[in-house]
Each structure stands twice: as structure tokens, then as C-alpha cells.
């Protein structure tokens, strides 16, 4: 049965040094740092790559993200792996759990988080499964 987490979140992105190993455009590289309120109560790090033009309504990133903290009172941690693209204005957005990167008390987490943006108020819907304990 899948349980589902509610709730806002604040984020800063601070640029890195950009990579260029395409040998084309310049990846963008930016440290992700966010603070998670509401049925998951932790602190989230990680890094993001991405390339295109989101002025001109086309881009993608990717991203990788350290959660630690206390989802519905069970602390612990696990991996969110993101992609989204941006395609004439239009955005689709995935953030699933990273198989085997729960720890603690979030061993076994499996789900997919919903993010959504509105006018610079982030809010995510996290819905997601753990095994039972014995």
C-alpha cells in the first residue's frame, strides 16, 4: 500500500565551475541545498546538470539528490534521481527514489515525488512505499 507525503520546500542553487567535456555547449552545474516542511522534515543536497535555453522556453536537466531527515517520524535517508525537459514552454518533470539508497528507518523506500512551482512557492507530493518492519 502506498503512503503519500505532503507538504513545501525552500531551494537554492549556487552555479559550479561549468563542464564542458561535450566538447559543444557548456553543461551548467549547480549545487542544489533544500529544506523539506510538512510529512518529510529533512534537509536535501545534491547536484544538478543542464543544458539548453530556458529563456526561449527549451531546455533539460538532470539532477541527483541526498535526502536526510524524518519522513512521517522515521529518520533516515534516500537518493530522488531528476529529470525533466522544458519543450516550447511545456514542462515534464520526473523525480523517482533511487532503488537501495534508503537507510535507517527509510530502508526499502520505493516511490516517485511530484514537484510543483507556483509563482516561486515549491510544494512536492511524494508518494512512496516501505516494507513492512518485522
Not at 15 to 27: E, M, S
Not at 82 to 106: N, R
Amino acid at each position: 500500500m502506498a503512503n503519500r507525503a505532503t507538504g513545501k520546500f525552500e531551494v537554492a542553487t549556487t552555479p559550479l565551475p561549468q563542464d564542458k567535456a561535450t566538447g559543444g555547449p557548456a553543461v551548467g552545474r549547480y549545487a542544489l541545498d533544500k529544506h523539506y516542511h510538512g510529512d518529510l522534515e529533512a534537509t536535501g543536497k545534491g547536484e544538478m546538470l543542464g543544458a539548453g535555453d530556458p529563456s526561449k522556453g527549451s531546455a533539460g536537466y538532470v539532477a541527483i539528490e541526498f535526502v536526510s531527515g524524518a519522513l512521517h517520524g522515521r529518520t533516515g535517508s534516500f537518493a530522488l534521481q531528476h529529470s525533466g525537459v522544458m519543450d516550447q514552454g511545456k514542462f515534464q518533470l520526473t523525480v523517482t527514489t533511487v532503488p537501495g539508497s534508503g537507510a535507517a528507518d527509510l530502508a526499502g523506500i520505493a516511490g516517485t515525488m511530484t514537484i510543483t512551482n507556483a509563482a516561486g512557492n515549491h510544494t512536492y507530493d511524494f508518494e512512496y512505499t516501505l516494507p513492512m518492519s518485522v
